[in-house]
């Protein structure tokens, strides 16, 4: 079995460390690290011009990008590294605006889905697990306190006046409210790592040793199911074989 057949879904709410965590995971495991939110943040930053949606450039942006996606992998990143932080806010909220749009949803999933296809890739987002890679062979779900995301969040955006800070505080909570269906959803799929009182090493740490135990039991399932086939040919074979010389 090749060592990148699979892929790491990663779900949570914001600021739970899906991002800083998932990239840090995929480098040590040389995986391609996908945060499905930037996508929703660069097609909200580039085709949701005065309130109306370019539908028909997003169709476009789809074959586009399925056609070159480590191109477009590291142009969205760059893209939107460059933003300040009071623009990272105002795309955040057109992003979860367009994030409502049932086709922009399908457009974005199933362009994860078919750079996804072979493995080898850990993507993050509220719904990787349940909705963008059901099949991920490694579903987490990242878990934080509210007060422990907003700090980080506004530690994280450099967020020092008190009126940024409270954007902060009524985005995450505006986040969580539309997010609570879904991280019910991937509870029910994923396992829960609570990241409150640990360390980004920490949960990297743990997260990898996830993913060896899963490596561990596909490898030993592997030689399980050759070892019984091995036995059944050689019973088979012993069997025939005694009614031949009786005969
Ligand atoms: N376990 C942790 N300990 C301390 N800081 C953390 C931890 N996990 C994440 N952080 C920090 O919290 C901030 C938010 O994390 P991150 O952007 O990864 O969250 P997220 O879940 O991807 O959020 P979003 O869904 O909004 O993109 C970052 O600055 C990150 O460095
Ligand atoms: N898998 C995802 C990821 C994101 N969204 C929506 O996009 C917004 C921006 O995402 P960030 O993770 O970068 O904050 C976010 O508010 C979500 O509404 C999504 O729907 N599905």
Same mark, same amino acid.
């Given at each position: 079995?090749?060592?990148?057949?699979?892929?790491?879904?990663?779900?949570?709410?914001?600021?739970?460390?899906?991002?800083?965590? #998932?990239?840090? +995971?995929?480098? $040590?495991?040389?995986? /391609?690290? %996908?945060?499905?939110?930037?996508?929703?943040?660069? =097609?909200?930053?580039?085709?949701?011009?005065?309130?109306?949606?370019?539908?028909?450039?997003?169709?476009?942006?789809?074959?586009?990008?399925?056609?070159?996606?480590?191109?477009?992998?590291?142009?969205?990143?760059?893209?939107?590294?460059?933003?300040?932080?009071?623009?990272?806010?105002?795309?955040?909220?057109?992003?979860?605006?367009?994030?409502?749009?049932?086709?922009?949803?399908?457009?974005?999933?199933?362009?994860?889905?078919?750079?996804?296809?072979?493995? #080898?890739?850990? +993507?993050?987002? $509220?719904?990787?697990? /349940?909705? %963008?890679?059901?099949?991920?062979?490694?579903?987490? =779900?990242?878990?934080?306190?509210?007060?422990?995301?907003?700090?980080?969040?506004?530690?994280?955006?450099?967020?020092?006046?008190?009126?940024?800070?409270?954007?902060?505080?009524?985005?995450?909570?505006?986040?969580?409210?539309?997010?609570?269906?879904?991280?019910?959803?991937?509870?029910?799929?994923?396992?829960?790592?609570?990241?409150?009182?640990?360390?980004?090493?920490?949960?990297?740490?743990?997260?990898?040793?996830?993913?060896?135990?899963?490596?561990?039991?596909?490898?030993?399932?592997?030689?399980?199911?050759?070892?019984?086939?091995?036995?059944?040919?050689?019973?088979?074979?012993?069997?025939?074989?005694?009614?031949?010389?009786?005969?």
């Amino acid at each position: 079995m090749s060592k990148k057949s699979f892929n790491i879904a990663i779900d949570g709410l914001s600021g739970a460390g899906k991002s800083s965590i #998932g990239c840090q +995971v995929a480098k $040590r495991l040389n995986f /391609t690290f %996908i945060d499905s939110g930037l996508f929703y943040r660069y =097609i909200a930053d580039r085709f949701y011009l005065d309130d109306t949606i370019q539908l028909n450039e997003i169709r476009l942006f789809k074959n586009e990008m399925i056609g070159n996606s480590s191109y477009y992998l590291q142009e969205i990143e760059f893209y939107l590294r460059e933003k300040n932080s009071q623009e990272k806010l105002q795309i955040g909220q057109k992003a979860s605006e367009i994030s409502k749009v049932p086709e922009i949803q399908n457009i974005i999933n199933e362009i994860i889905q078919t750079i996804t296809k072979n493995g #080898g890739y850990v +993507v993050v987002g $509220r719904d990787a697990t /349940t909705k %963008i890679l059901p099949n991920a062979r490694v579903k987490l =779900i990242l878990e934080a306190d509210f007060e422990t995301r907003v700090y980080r969040r506004a530690k994280q955006l450099n967020a020092e006046e008190f009126e940024t800070i409270g954007k902060v505080f009524s985005d995450l909570l505006k986040r969580d409210v539309d997010s609570f269906d879904l991280v019910l959803e991937a509870k029910k799929v994923a396992t829960i790592i609570n990241t409150s009182d640990l360390s980004i090493e920490q949960v990297v740490a743990r997260i990898l040793s996830r993913v060896l135990w899963v490596r561990f039991s596909d490898y030993n399932m592997l030689h399980l199911i050759i070892f019984i086939l091995f036995v059944f040919v050689y019973t088979l074979r012993a069997h025939f074989s005694e009614k031949i010389e009786s005969n």
